[in-house]
Structure formats: structure tokens, C-alpha cells
């Protein structure tokens, strides 16, 4: 593409202002001590005690030094001094840094010192934060093939299974001796804390053919013992549970991919018939949740608690057909681990798109006093190779970096730019002076309030997604598509892992809503009770709630989470939706049918002639509302859409701030819209404030309380607001 440029033979306006007045190293011989704290509002990366914004750099992990060194320059150049790097244990890609484990104990650690020492000479105020694989190399494998993941059909995955023991202590040994010697080295002092990064892509997937493993001597070994753990030790307890006389722990195998693709009542495998699979997916989270948290505390226990330690993690509502990541509450648990990463969802990141993050639970992270880091690995227009989600032109790049760095202005989180896709995909003039002014509105924000403003609470039940299987495109619609829709409907929102419910320190909202809470027990069902049974506050219930229990399936369990007698029946029912009552507020935006290509199995319909009816399916209620003396309950059976999601926070008496459904998030200082249509834009704002719009750089207004643009498709406005 015109301004490819992977030589850079081109040096941009930026960096030569900035080579030719190369700044001093501020960092020196440290010592550098870094933290996660809670800091106007939002959870901010500390260094030496200074809140600092965290907007980070990574250079293609493929690349030489030399290439790398002139990317990170580019990034020096437009202000950012924290940057992260791969440091490959297993894979040779290119020339990326890679070869450098050579035994039990063994290394050759000058590959990494080299690596270190190109990213500080691009930028002498560098801060690294260095992703450490924890695949072990091909010696290893050959020498301890029963340790090693294995398919159904016997044949061997790439790596190590996260299920060996073996595995776990040759990882904490290397892992000791990396952070031992960067801890010790001359560069210490650039080091701002450590990325343990297992399984497939760094993301802790499991390695091998998908709903296919493990079939590893050493995963079946652990696998037996968990269970033991899990029954403690009693093995009729395991025969009722699974309703099979034969199990037992010394026999138990993982299930088939045939059996992991059955779902017996529907969308849901049945508690019983369906529990060996559910079982073996409870364990294959627990094993990725237990390694993460070692991993994270060896680097606190080497250095001595002083830098910080995080992981990708938290992908339960968009990674779908993944085992192994409905472990988020054991890690969100550890002290340990102080950040999680994600990068931004590849589905919709296009421009004009919502552009959400992959792991999505930002709440749940501010709750537990953790950081979350977006990795924007963005195939801009000048990556050469032509796929759905690059970028066709310069302007579209501008606006989707500026829609990430939106999105971390107004949710509180933060950042890193991720050059994966090529070393020189944001070698352009235009990029990096975006980048630059970018950087400069973060930098300016660290002393803003940014308090969250939402209103509204989305809650994801991980241990319901374990009864869920087969029919994934309904899962999707529940899950993932529902949140895409969200992000759309005008109005900030806070997401959750449902345990936190029961969390004294969960904020109050007017509206809760429950995307997934299938199967819940009678102590999660009490503390859902405290919460939204009060002070007029508002409960929405999608689909089932409440009708998985340990044994089958319950009418009375829905009833008694929603307060609205629900019945199920026995015909599957089409995912469309007529409306019955256009003027209520919560449909009154809605269009009067609408059909998504979907089947409900099993179907359900309100039977409560205390409910309002606002919509059916094939003539019966499947969109209520129940209004009881102190607080409100909504049913639909469907997933929910922006219309009526919008229509549930006017309902809910929450502020509105865009009616437009584009791509929208706001706190107390900043308000973010990306635009997926062109026309008249309107932000509403709670109050009045002086407005600046920081894309353009115009002042917008003074004392204003309401924002009024006629744009494009796909451009980001940021605006701050200061209040009087």
C-alpha cells in the first residue's frame, strides 16, 4: 500500500525533532517500584509512587533489533515511554527474540539483554514490561512426551498441557531465573513489572484441536485427582452426580468431542446426564486459573513484591467455544495479579463499529483493584495484506486509534498500541501525530476526575456458561451480541462477573441486568435479592433465569429469582418478537416486529396476570414487566437490543446521553461517541460543563449542557467537560 515503508527509509517530522534533542535517562539505577492504585476514579499504574497514564507501546515481536529499535523511536518520539516486548521460549519466529532457553537451567540470556537494550536506546526513558512465554522449548517436549497435550485421536498438540505438573515447575524454574537476571542486570531499573503469558497466542488457550483434549497422560492424571478433590473422595458422590454406577476416580477420561457437542434439553446439557462434560470443563478452567496465579506470584516473590504482574485473561463472553476460561473469579481473587489485558474484539473493530474489548468484565477489574490493558493490535491501511478487519484508508486507521484511546479516557483503563500486524504499520506522519496529541490529552487526564458515571449493571454468569453448549449462535446472541448492542445504547455501562454481587463494595445502580443467570444458588439468589429488591431499582432477566439446577430443570427456580411465574414449554419457539405495547417506555423505541435467525430450545412464556405485557412471540408474552412495591422485574425471553435496552434505562430513570445508537461511553470529564452513521449527532449531558472536543482540538461550547454535531460515519469525537 502507497507509504509502506518497513525500512523506514522515511524518518518522520516528530522523530527528528525528537533524535535531535534526545532527552537524558530519568529512570538511572532505580529503584523503579510500580503498582496498580485506585486514582481519580479509576485503577492507574503507579511508578514510584507517581500515578502515571498508562499508554504503552509493543513492536512486532517478529522483528530484528534493529527494526525494532526504529518503531519503538517513532513512539518515543509522540511521548510514550512504556513499551512491552515478547520473549519467545518455544516458537523461532523470525527474527524475533527466541532461542535463548537452551536447558534446565540454562540460557542464554544476551539475546534478551540485546532486546532490552534496543528498546532503551530508541527511548533512554524507557519502561519495559516484558511478556514472558512459559512454552517450554523442543528439548523439553521430546524429552517428557506424556506431558505434552494430547487430541482425541492420540496425536500430540504443540505444547505442554497446562494440566502438568511437570510443566508447572520447569516454567517457575525458567521463570525465577528470566526476572532473576533482569532484576540483576544494569537495566533493572527499566523494568516496570512482567507478563507471564501461557497456553496458545500468550492468552492461556489451550493448546490442541478445540473440544478435543486432553487426552495427555498428564492431563488425565490431574484430571483424576481433581475430581477426587472435587467429591472429596467419594466416589458415590461422583456416580449420582454423573448418574452412571461405573464412574469412578481411577477410571474417569475425558469426554469425546461428540459429547462435548451435545446439549440434551436445548441450549442447556442436562445437569446430570451432562455433568462428565461440565465436570471436565470446570477442571480445564481451574487448571489455566491456578497457573496464572503461580505465574504472577513468582514475579511478585522475586521481586519482592515491587513490580507489578498481570495476564490476558477474562475472555468468557466473547471466546465462546474456548474450554479453560470460566476461571476469572479465582483470578480476580489473587493479590497476585495486578492487571488484565485483552485485545480489542475482532469482530466488530472496524470503523463504525462498537470495538469492544475481547475481555470485558472492566467493572469487575476496578472492583478487585485491577488494572486492564487494551492491546490495540490494529492492521492499519498499511499492512499489505487485505482481510475484514484492516483498515482501508487513513482516515479510517485515525479514527479506530482514536475510538481505543476514547474508550480508555472514559472507562478508566489503559492501553497498549500493538504493532503485530508489521514493525511498520503505524510508520506514517498522520499516525504518529495522532498518537502524539493522543498521548498529551491522557497525559493531561491523569489529574481529571474520571469517576464512573453508569447507571446500569450487565452481569455475566461464568459457572451458567458450563450447562450452556452446541447451539453457540444463540450463545453469542446472548452474550457477546448482546454487549455490542449495549455498547450502542446511549447511555455508560458497568460490566460484571455475576459473583461480584455479593460484593459489599458493588456500587448501587437503577438497573441491573442479567445477561446469562441460568443456574443460581440458593446463596447467590439471596444476595441478587439485597441488591436489586430496593429502592425502586430495576432487574432484567434474559431467557432462562434461574432453571438449571443440580439435578434437571425448574419452572419455580425462575419464579423465585424474577418474581414472575414463567413456564417453559415444549415447542422450540423463532427468536422474533412483536411489539404489544408501542407507548411503553421501554418499547416505545423498538421496532413493531423484529426476527433474528435463531431458534429458542427450550422455549419459554410468561403465565402472570400480574405482568404487563410488552411483547410476544407467535402470540404469547415473552417481554413482561412486573412492578412490585419496591422494585421492578423485566423478562425477555429474547436476547435484548439497543432499542430496548435504551428503552430499559429511560424506564429506569437513567440519563440518556445519545439517542443516535452509535458507539458511545461516558464518565464524570469525558464523553466519547464513534459514529456507524453519518448525520445530526446529539449528546445530552447530565448537567452543564465547558466542552472541548480533543480529536479536533475545538472548543465546543461554554456552560453547555447539550452537544450538537453533524458528522461522518466512522469518526471519534472525544469531549472533555469541565465543570463550573
Not at 515511554?81 to 536447558?103: K, M, N, V
Not at 504482574?309 to 471466546?319: I, M, N, T
Request: net charge negative; glycine share 8%.
Amino acid at each position: 500500500p502507497e507509504g509502506y515503508d518497513p525500512e523506514f527509509k522515511t524518518k518522520l517530522p516528530l522523530v527528528a525533532s525528537y533524535v535531535s534533542n534526545l532527552p537524558l535517562d530519568c529512570v538511572g539505577d532505580g529503584p523503579t517500584e510500580t503498582s496498580i492504585e485506585a486514582y481519580r476514579g479509576c485503577e492507574m499504574l503507579h511508578v514510584n509512587g507517581q500515578p502515571v497514564y498508562a499508554m504503552a507501546m509493543m513492536p512486532e515481536p517478529y522483528a530484528s533489533d534493529e527494526l525494532i529499535n526504529l518503531s519503538c523511536r517513532d513512539f518515543a518520539a509522540a511521548g510514550v515511554d512504556l513499551y512491552s516486548e515478547i520473549f519467545w521460549s518455544w516458537a523461532t519466529p523470525r527474527e524475533g527474540c527466541h532461542g535463548w532457553w537452551l536447558a534446565e537451567g540454562e540460557y542464554d540470556f544476551e539475546k534478551i539483554d540485546r532486546r532490552i537494550e534496543a528498546i532503551i536506546d530508541a527511548n533512554p526513558n524507557a519502561l519495559i514490561l516484558p511478556r514472558c512465554k512459559l512454552n517450554p522449548p523442543k528439548w523439553w517436549l521430546a524429552e517428557h512426551p506424556d506431558e505434552v497435550c494430547r487430541n482425541a485421536d492420540g496425536t500430540p498438540a504443540e505444547q505442554a498441557s497446562p494440566a502438568s505438573e511437570m510443566w508447572e515447575d520447569a516454567y517457575e524454574v525458567m521463570l525465577r531465573d528470566m526476572i532473576r537476571h533482569m532484576e540483576g542486570s544494569d537495566y533493572a531499573a527499566h523494568i516496570m513489572g512482567y507478563h507471564p503469558a501461557g497456553g496458545r497466542a500468550s492468552e492461556w488457550y489451550w493448546w490442541g484441536k478445540r473440544h478435543e483434549v486432553d487426552f495427555s497422560p498428564a492431563a488425565i492424571k490431574r484430571y483424576r485427582a481433581w475430581l477426587g478433590e472435587q467429591y472429596d473422595g467419594d466416589e458415590a458422590a461422583l456416580r449420582r452426580a454423573w448418574g452412571d454406577e461405573t464412574a469412578s476416580f481411577a477410571t474417569a477420561q475425558p469426554p469425546s468431542f461428540a459429547a462435548r457437542q451435545v446439549a440434551q434439553h436445548g441450549l442447556f446439557r442436562d445437569p446430570v446426564q451432562g455433568r462428565p462434560v461440565i465436570d471436565y470443563r470446570r477442571f480445564m478452567s481451574a487448571m489455566i486459573s491456578r497457573n496464572i496465579v503461580r505465574s504472577c506470584r513468582i514475579v511478585k516473590e522475586e521481586t519482592d513484591g515491587r513490580k507489578i504482574a498481570g495476564v490476558f485473561y477474562g475472555y468468557s463472553s466473547h471466546s465462546l467455544t474456548q474450554e479453560g476460561f470460566q476461571g476469572l473469579a479465582e483470578v480476580l481473587a489473587s493479590p497476585d495479579v495486578d492487571f488484565l489485558a485483552s485485545p480489542t474484539t475482532y469482530g466488530t473493530r472496524r470503523g463504525g463499529e462498537p470495538g469492544r474489548f475481547v475481555s470485558t468484565y472492566t467493572a469487575s477489574y476496578r472492583l478487585h483493584n485491577k488494572l486492564y490493558w487494551d492491546e490495540v493490535d490494529t492492521r492499519t491501511h498499511l499492512y499489505p495484506r487485505q482481510i475484514t478487519y484492516r483498515t482501508d484508508d487513513l482516515p479510517e486507521t485515525l479514527s479506530v486509534l482514536e475510538r481505543a484511546v476514547g474508550y480508555s479516557l472514559t472507562k478508566g483503563t489503559s492501553l497498549w498500541w500493538f504493532l503485530l500486524a508489521g514493525n511498520c504499520t503505524f510508520h506514517q506522519a498522520e499516525i504518529m501525530d495522532d498518537i502524539a496529541s493522543l498521548r498529551g490529552a491522557c497525559e493531561e487526564a491523569v489529574e481529571v476526575d474520571r469517576r464512573p458515571v453508569a447507571e446500569v449493571a450487565v452481569f455475566a454468569d461464568e459457572p451458567s456458561m458450563y450447562y450452556t453448549g452446541g447451539d453457540y449462535a444463540t450463545i453469542k446472541a446472548l452474550l457477546t451480541a448482546t454487549l455490542d448492542e449495549a455498547a450502542v445504547m446511549g447511555a455508560p455501562y458497568d460490566v460484571y462477573l455475576m459473583s461480584d454481587i455479593a460484593d459489599s463494595a458493588l456500587p448501587d445502580y437503577k438497573l441491573y441486568v442479567f445477561l446469562n443467570a441460568f443456574k443460581i444458588g440458593e446463596d447467590q439468589r439471596r444476595s441478587i435479592e439485597a441488591v436489586v429488591r430496593r429502592e425502586g431499582r430495576t432487574a432484567v432477566w434474559v431467557y432462562a433465569p434461574g432453571y438449571v439446577t443440580e439435578t434437571g430443570f425448574d419452572e419455580e427456580g425462575m419464579a423465585a429469582l424474577t418474581g414472575i411465574a414463567i413456564r417453559a414449554r415444549a415447542e422450540d419457539a423463532p427468536c422474533e418478537l412483536t411489539i404489544a405495547a408501542p407507548d411503553h417506555a421501554i418499547t416505545a423505541a423498538a421496532p413493531a416486529e423484529r426476527r433474528q435467525n435463531l431458534t429458542m430450545s427450550p422455549s419459554f412464556e410468561v403465565d402472570d396476570p400480574a405482568a404487563t405485557v410488552l411483547g410476544t412471540t407467535e402470540g404469547r408474552p415473552t417481554l413482561v414487566v412486573r412492578e412490585f412495591e419496591d422494585w421492578r422485574s423485566v423478562y425477555s425471553m429474547l436476547p435484548l437490543r439497543r432499542e430496548i435496552l435504551q428503552g430499559l434505562c429511560r424506564y429506569a430513570g437513567i440519563h440518556v446521553y445519545s439517542e443516535s445508537f452509535d458507539p458511545f461511553f461516558a464518565n464524570t470529564s469525558y464523553a466519547m461517541i464513534h459514529t456507524s452513521t453519518e448525520g445530526d449527532k446529539r449528546i445530552v449531558l447530565p448537567g452543564a460543563a465547558d466542552v472541548t472536543e480533543l480529536v479536533t482540538g475545538s472548543e465546543i461550547g461554554t456552560g453547555i449542557s447539550v452537544i450538537d454535531e453533524t458528522l461522518p460515519a466512522g469518526v471519534t469525537r472525544i469531549y472533555r467537560m469541565d465543570h463550573p
